[in-house]
């Protein structure tokens, strides 16, 4: 199965793009995830952490932009190096990045330094760190924003045969790698894998496989700019585990809508 030819001018910008960014992050963080492996803290504990003991805004002036980075999961420093808001802020509330609107028009040109640290040099996880971040958003730069569900055009993922070919997970952590010619999961969700098959096909993939397990998912296909490639496409390579990506008019997708923003963060 072949891609079709209608996507491949639109999508090479987009892949080109997440390509890099995904290279980005292998060189400067090479065990960041998309899903990453959560350390746990209990309910009590987590209520004690409700706020960033201290943080520390920088703006980075355009002379002095450099590489994106950012701390791993379970560190008592949280940070993001050279990041823009739209990035930030994105990654805070759970949305990709390009479902980011109303944000004014230096949000991706301006980066920031943040360093946060939790009450107690609690080690969190990226998901007890959001909604920390996202306070942090409304108060040092005022942030107002609110979700809306908007429909996309995009794909639906079933399943193509009675069961699932990929290899149901046997524990471990949990972490989701996209790479530029394939997939490399563990531990995770028929959710996760749609999200993670959403960015080389450059529109949203909505799960509708029914599966509650989680998986282990290993799988190559061929990039979309190498129509030459060895490798079988993306639908092929869905359709080995026992899945289908169907193409729908309407995925509904949410997405953030920012209100307000300010560009200089108040003081430190």
């Not at 996507?7 to 090479?30: D, G, H, K, T």
């Not at 504990?45 to 706020?51: D, E, G, H, P, S």
């Not at 990035?87 to 360093?115: E, H, T």
């Not at 399943?159 to 996209?178: E, Q």
Request: glycine share 6%; aromatic share 10%.
């Amino acid at each position: 199965m072949v891609h079709p030819r209608g996507y491949e001018a639109r999508r090479r910008f987009r892949l080109e793009m997440w390509r890099s960014f995904i290279a980005l992050l292998a060189a400067v963080f090479p065990t960041l995830a998309l899903a990453v492996p959560a350390k746990q803290l209990k309910p009590a504990a987590l209520r004690a952490t409700a706020r960033f003991e201290v943080a520390s805004i920088r703006m980075v002036p355009e002379s002095d932009a450099g590489l994106f980075s950012m701390s791993p999961s379970g560190a008592g420093l949280f940070t993001m190096r050279n990041v823009n808001l739209r990035f930030a802020i994105a990654w805070a509330f759970l949305v990709d990045s390009d479902r980011v609107s109303g944000a004014p028009n230096w949000i991706d040109r301006q980066q920031y330094d943040i360093s946060a640290r939790p009450e107690g040099d609690a080690g969190l996880s990226y998901e007890q760190l959001r909604p920390l971040l996202q306070q942090l958003f409304r108060r040092r730069f005022h942030l107002a924003c609110h979700h809306v569900t908007k429909n996309f055009k995009g794909f639906a993922l079933v399943g193509s045969s009675k069961s699932i070919k990929a290899s149901p997970a046997k524990g471990g952590a949990t972490y989701g790698y996209l790479l530029a010619n394939g997939i490399d999961a563990q531990n995770v969700s028929t959710k996760t894998i749609a999200d993670l098959l959403s960015k080389p096909l450059g529109q949203p993939v909505e799960d509708k496989t029914g599966l509650k397990g989680n998986y282990d998912l290993h799988i190559k296909f061929a990039p979309f700019d190498q129509p030459n490639s060895s490798l079988p496409s993306i639908f092929t390579a869905v359709e080995q585990l026992g899945l289908k990506l169907k193409r729908q008019k309407y995925v509904s997708v949410e997405t953030l809508m920012i209100d307000h923003l300010d560009r200089v963060p108040t003081p430190n």
